[in-house]
């Protein structure tokens, strides 16, 4: 389904399907609840997505992209004029416990099981490559290993994400500002 | 069973146990594996343990306050000569890595489902109020909030534990070293 209507559909579907995912659970979710929340029928369903797995497979895609994307923000944090570092890091922390948070039962699909596992080592390989490149400038202490700063930020960042964004005990920005205040330190040289 | 000669053969059934746990799994391990293994008869077994089950329990939880035992070195980090709290820091966190690396099927067990929730939570707590007693001896920064803190350090070594222990890829002393050379600057004043 090519052209801009068959794309907003499309669009229509994934919020859809998004939004009943996070409330009923993607098991509780049946593909008539779906349609209807888009205003669609259930054969139109079926122009865009073979079945509700598919769709919930794209969701995860996507999702998995953005996340890749705010772990690359590390890249841009090393071009940071010295005073913003901080401000960079913990920002970009902010970002991401919101992206977990708005989306608690993505991310609780998305890092499940061998999924799961697979993100988790991807986003951290991400964040070790820009330790390793801001080593290179001369920003991240020489003497931290890159890919398990990496993985300690990583489980750090998901274990609080399920702690306190679930039960909303905590804000994202209590979060980011207080895993950058705990990470950078040691991080930094 | 009272007296010195049955402390000894519970202690025999319980380190044969461990043994066969690690080496099979608990499902995988049966009564007679045990006793055969601490040189005992079936009809023994039970004059020390109901079951399979209560003897898992009592590993589990002698492992548990070896665990909580390790956590609590915090306090006494407070009380370091400040050239000396780095090194025992990091003496404190090999210790616990050789823990749970020793005690791989344990700490699968231990910290998994609900138990596991349960302890890593304890574990944060224990740490968490050392965090908070070297708050007010001024060893601590005061901008850190212990519980976040504490959290976020038990996950990255959960996480490091299962990754690189499981596998033998990194050494206890090599995770130990960089756990606390990654948190210890975050966390200190």
Do not use: C, W
């Not at 923000?73 to 010295?82: I, N």
């Not at 300690?152 to 960042?157: F, G, I």
């Amino acid at each position: 389904m090519a052209g801009v209507k068959g794309e907003t559909t499309r669009a229509r579907l994934l919020a859809s399907a998004e939004e009943r995912f996070a409330a009923q659970g993607y098991h509780g979710t049946t593909v008539s609840q779906i349609v209807a929340g888009a205003g669609l029928t259930q054969a139109s369903f079926y122009l865009y997505f073979p079945s509700k797995e598919e769709l919930m497979n794209e969701l995860l895609r996507r999702f998995e992209d953005r996340i890749r994307e705010l772990g690359n923000a590390g890249e841009e944090a090393g071009r940071q004029p010295d005073g913003k570092l901080e401000a960079f890091a913990t920002h970009s922390l902010i970002a991401m416990f919101k992206l977990l948070g708005e989306n608690l039962n993505l991310t609780r699909i998305a890092l499940q099981g061998a999924a799961g596992e697979r993100i988790r080592l991807e986003l951290a390989r991400g964040v070790a490559d820009n330790l390793r490149l801001n080593q290179s400038r001369g920003v991240v202490s020489p003497e931290i290993e890159p890919g398990l700063a990496a993985e300690s930020l990583v489980a750090a960042v998901e274990y609080l994400a399920y702690r306190y964004l679930m039960n909303g005990e905590r804000s994202v920005e209590e979060l980011g500002n207080q895993a950058a205040r705990l990470f950078l330190r040691g991080i930094l040289k």
